[in-house]
Structures are given as C-alpha cells and as structure tokens.
C-alpha cells in the first residue's frame, strides 16, 4: 500500500520544469553523444564528418521519439530512452569478419599480428570497403534483432524467461558491456592521452568531488515570482561542464600552434578545427528517414550477437521500470506497463535501425538516479524532453557541432561511462551470498572466460574451421563477444550448480504484483491507474477477448515479472540511486499526462 501523502500534481504547479526538462534532455545527449562516433569509426568512416553529422543528429532524433513514446503508451514513468552501448560490442566483432575489417585501420576490430602488421584484407573489392556495405549489415541484423524484443512485449514471455534468470547471470552480462570495451576508450584516447586525462578527471571533478555543491540559480514561478533556489548543478550536468572544459582547452592548444597540424602525426585529432567543414556543409534541418542509407542486409552472425544484447538490454529496462516508481513513490508497475516497455523500446529500436544509427535505443540510469536530486517525476517534464530532442535531432547544425568534438575528448567521456556501466553491473549481486564458494565460482568464471576467449579470437583470426563459413562467422561473432560469452555462462551455471534461492539471491524474484491488488485502497488504484493507455483504456476494458494480450491495460497476469516485493535487480538499482542521493525514503511527485 503507497503512503497516503503520495499525490498527483499537475505540470503547472512544478516549479522550474523548463530547467528540469533541459537537464534531462542534457543529460541523455551527453550520454549518447560517443555512440555514432564509435559507429563511425567501426564502419571506417571516422573521417567523413558529413556521415558523422547525420549519425549525431540521427542518434538525438531517435533518443526524442523512443523517450516520447515511452512516457505516452510504453510504460508510462519518468523514463529517457538513450543510445544502447550494449550493442558495441557485438557490432565490434561483427566488423572483426573479414569481409568488413577496415584497410589500413589501427581501430580495435583491425588486430595486429604476432609480426607487428595488420591482418586486413587488402584484396576487398571497392563495395566491400564501403563503410555504406558495413552500416546496413549492422543495421538489418539490430532490426531483426530488435523484433525479438517486440515479439517479447506483445507475448510477455520475458516473464515466463526471468524465473531462470538472476542476478548472477545479470550481473556478468552487464558487467561486460564496460569491461569488454576498454580498447575502444583507447582508440580514442591515443590521439592526445593528455586530454583524454583532463577529460576523464573533469567528469570526476565535477560528478564526485563538487557533487554536493549547490549553485544559487535565478528562478521564477507564479507562486513566488522571480527568486533564487540553489541546485547541484554540478552533479547533474557534470558530462556537459568537462565537455566545456576540454573543449576551451582544446581551442587553446589549436590557435597557440602546440598542436600538429600534419594529418599523419599524433594529435592531429585533438585539433578544433579539423572538423569545421561539417557545420558549414550540413543543412539547417535534417529530417531522418529510413533506408537513407540504403537496404539492410542481414547476416546469422551478427543476429545472433544483437540478439544477445536485446536480452539483456530488457532485462536491465526492467529494472530501471521498478526503480523510477519507487524513486516517485507510485506501485510498481504492473505486468502490462512493463510489457508494454518493452514493446516501445523494440519498435524504438526497430526505427532507430531503418534510419540507420547503428544502435538500439534503452532506458537510461543515470537519467532516473536524476528524479532522486531534483524531486521532479513528472511524466510531462520528460514528455517535452523528448519532444526538445526530437528537434534538436532535426536541426542538422546541432549534429554537425557535436561532431566536431575531439576525439580524446570523447574517448575521455566514454571511459567514465563505461566504467560506469561496469560497477552498475556488478551492483546485481548485494543480494547474492558472495561468501559462498558457489557464487564466487559463477561468477569469476563469467567475467574471466569472455574476456579471454575473445581477447584470443582477436589475436588469432580464422582459428574457428568448421567446414562451413556461416557457422564460422556465428562462432566467430558469438565467442568474440564477451556479453554474450558471459551471459551464458552465469545462466548455465546458476542454474545447474545446486544452490538455494537465498543464496543465489533470487529469495523476492518471482514475486508478482497482481495478489496485492485486494490489499490496494482507492487512493493506491487511482495512482495505478497512470499505468493505463490515456483516453482508451475504458473501451478496452468492455472487450473481454483483450484480457490475454499481455501489453494491455486488461491483461490478467499469468507469467508476469511485475513485482511489488521488488526482486534482486529492481531493489538493487533503487536502492543504489537512494543511498548515492541521501533518500532513502524520498516520496516523489508523479504527473498522469
């Protein structure tokens, strides 16, 4: 039962929201903004700066649309939807296949050999080497696999799949999403490892050491007219303040001449002005649309690694659904909201692919951890948010500027959030028994073995002969992802190795939020009742038929994965974004649109 001081307000009666809406959308860009510059370089054409603009603007567009959708008829919460990391590295051993290594490309999917040269296929005929060839297979095998995802929404059968899996299949599933990816980070930061450390000890700065800082900012209201209030600004825009930084610096190097000036020497790349030509050749506005770069193809090996991505992806999503309605003080969402998540996030994804970002779109953590700081829930706040990217995604200028950002300087950014990424992972298992020689084991052998095998894979390319060159290419790609590797390995074992629930921390994992409903009061099911599809949901109750689809408002759960004893992943991300913000028992505004 919710705490009868928990109530609905309306947008007009929260104050600031404009400085709010701005923050979130913000944040999501900062945290986006390294994904098409990785995709660029991925595909070779790191140095097309008009392909790069139009990634940017694409990326920012989607974030828009798949945030807007989410917070209108997905599962109806404060959540931001971001550009997914979680596919990198998957798409990294993809374009590790022979027919899409970069010629004459020092990118982590090009591995030296034990004689020092580089093992590209020098004989790739000009359409191979296209980096238009390498876009669209990523793209059709994300669209694919993202239908997966929706596939999971429509049936809810992520519900019957999660009693298998706990926190310690999560845990290595996710943990490897930054772990796996540090040459990335060091492909970036080899430009200039100077401002790769300025830009990684910015980050720190203002995200940790300044955190708690609180900045008087002028305000106004209609209750309380023009005023000052003070606001952590620094912890919640500290990407966008070490961008700042870094960038002024990086101007300075460019205009007093200490940086080079030569293509072929190192740091040529940290120079402001090498990207100039993108913002005067990009247009105005730019409107995305699919197949602008061509057909998708698709590939079995590539599917299969983004298919392994999409599975973790939702379960984490899941996750953060629980932990934005206990940071807003509302029930936990039920079965049909989170299925209906899951549903918006797969068609996100869907056309994040046809318009050819090179990436599916996810709920974003921090995002959340953000309502804890500034108190505000309100769905109309992150509505606009994502109307406010929508545009910014259009304005073809806007993308063209992010793509002129230094390449150390992102790589500097991007080590901070994967390194993130990494410890959000590992914060899966507070509730397993780690002083169980069983949890240790599982885990241990889920971290180390992927990061082995697809570390030698790399060193040791066309080592997998089975006679067929599909299957080569699926184990191939499979084994050379770490993700999936790990995955793997923590479902088979934590499933197989005797162990209890409580010991595998799974105790509250198959609890379900449909038997509380007798126990609900009227004020607890009109709160609930946000979860519903605004305006139809009356009619379509009066159909009985619609009470077995399981993304609607009048499904009645059968294998649900909603939770109002939060399991091991739902507890885990609210609590962390409680203790880390000193609210342990903060109840929050909840807007219904």
């Not at 929260?14 to 900062?30: D, K, W």
């Not at 997905?74 to 022979?98: D, T």
């Not at 030569?262 to 913002?279: H, L, P, W």
Request: glycine share 8%; net charge neutral; hydrophobic share 45%.
């Amino acid at each position: 039962m919710m705490p009868n001081n928990t109530h609905l307000e309306t947008l007009v009666e929260q104050p600031c929201y404009r400085t709010y809406l701005f923050q979130q959308a913000v944040m999501c860009i900062s945290g986006s903004m390294s994904l098409p510059a990785i995709i660029a370089a991925l595909i070779c054409a790191d140095t097309d700066n008009e392909l790069r603009a139009k990634l940017f603007s694409t990326t920012i567009f989607m974030c828009g649309v798949t945030t807007f959708l989410q917070c209108t008829v997905g599962v109806r919460l404060p959540i931001i939807q971001g550009a997914n990391h979680g596919f990198v590295s998957a798409i990294v051993a993809l374009m590790a296949l022979e027919q899409f290594r970069c010629p004459e490309s020092d990118f982590p999917t090009s591995i030296p050999n034990t004689n020092g040269t580089n093992t590209t296929n020098a004989t790739l005929s000009s359409e191979q080497q296209g980096w238009e060839v390498r876009l669209r297979e990523i793209q059709g095998c994300l669209l694919v696999a993202s239908l997966t995802q929706v596939v999971f929404g429509l049936t809810g059968v992520m519900g019957c799949m999660m009693r298998y899996i706990g926190p310690l299949t999560i845990a290595p599933t996710v943990t490897m999403i930054g772990l796996a990816l540090f040459d990335v980070c060091s492909y970036f930061a080899q430009d200039h490892w100077g401002v790769w450390a300025l830009s990684c000890g910015l980050v720190l700065l203002f995200g940790l050491y300044m955190e708690k800082v609180r900045v008087p900012l002028p305000v106004w209201n209609k209750a309380d007219g023009c005023h000052t209030s003070r606001y952590q600004i620094f912890a919640l825009l500290s990407v966008l303040f070490s961008l700042a930084v870094a960038w002024i610096v990086c101007i300075i190097l460019t205009e007093t001449g200490m940086l080079p000036d030569d293509v072929n020497q190192r740091g040529y790349k940290t120079r402001t002005d090498v990207r100039f030509d993108a913002i005067s050749s990009a247009d105005w506005f730019y409107l995305p649309y699919p197949g602008q770069f061509g057909v998708p193809t698709i590939g079995i090996a590539g599917f299969v690694g983004m298919l392994v991505a999409v599975i973790a992806s939702t379960v984490e999503s899941i996750g953060d659904y629980h932990a934005a309605a206990r940071l807003c003080g509302v029930p936990a969402p039920p079965v049909h909201s989170i299925n209906r998540g899951i549903f918006v996030e797969g068609i996100g994804s869907i056309f994040s692919a046809a318009l050819g970002a090179g990436h599916a779109t996810t709920s974003y953590s921090g995002n959340i951890g953000a309502i804890a700081i500034t108190k505000v829930g309100s769905l109309r706040v992150f509505q606009v948010a994502g109307v406010l990217m929508i545009f910014l995604g259009i304005f073809g200028k806007f993308g063209a500027v992010l793509a002129t950002i230094p390449e150390p300087i992102q790589g500097g950014i991007l080590t901070i959030g994967l390194a993130l990424v990494a410890s959000v992972g590992l914060t899966n298992i507070q509730k397993v028994d780690m002083t169980k020689s069983r949890n240790m084991t599982i885990l241990g052998v889920s971290l180390l073995m992927p990061l082995m095998t697809s570390n030698w894979l790399k060193s040791n390319p066309g080592a997998i002969q089975t006679g067929s060159v599909e299957l080569n290419q699926v184990l191939e790609v499979s084994l050379s992802t770490p993700m999936f590797l790990g995955g793997i390995l923590g479902f088979v074992l934590d499933n197989t190795v005797p162990g209890t629930l409580e010991e595998r921390g799974m105790a509250n994992w198959h609890q379900r939020s449909h038997g509380d409903e007798d126990q609900m009061d009227s004020e607890d099911r009109k709160i609930r009742e946000i979860y519903d599809l605004p305006y139809i949901t009356p009619f379509l109750r009066r159909f009985k038929v619609l009470k077995y689809i399981p993304c609607l408002p009048s499904f009645q759960n059968q294998c649900g994965i909603s939770c109002r004893s939060p399991c091991a992943i739902c507890t885990t991300h609210s609590r962390s974004f409680q203790k880390e913000n000193g609210t342990e028992d903060i109840k929050m505004k909840q807007v219904a649109a």
